[in-house]
Each structure stands twice: as C-alpha cells, then as structure tokens.
C-alpha cells in the first residue's frame, strides 16, 4: 500500500517537473 503511494509520488513529481521544464 505505502509503496503504491510512495510510487505514485514521485511519479508525479517527475512528470510535474517534466511539465515545468
């Protein structure tokens, strides 16, 4: 569970960061 979210993290945060650069 805690790893599912922790994935979901920071794959969004690579994304978002992706997004702004």
Request: glycine share 4%; hydrophobic share 65%; proline share 0%.
């Amino acid at each position: 569970m805690l790893e599912t979210i922790i994935s979901l993290v920071a794959f969004a945060l690579t994304v978002g960061l992706s997004y702004l650069i």
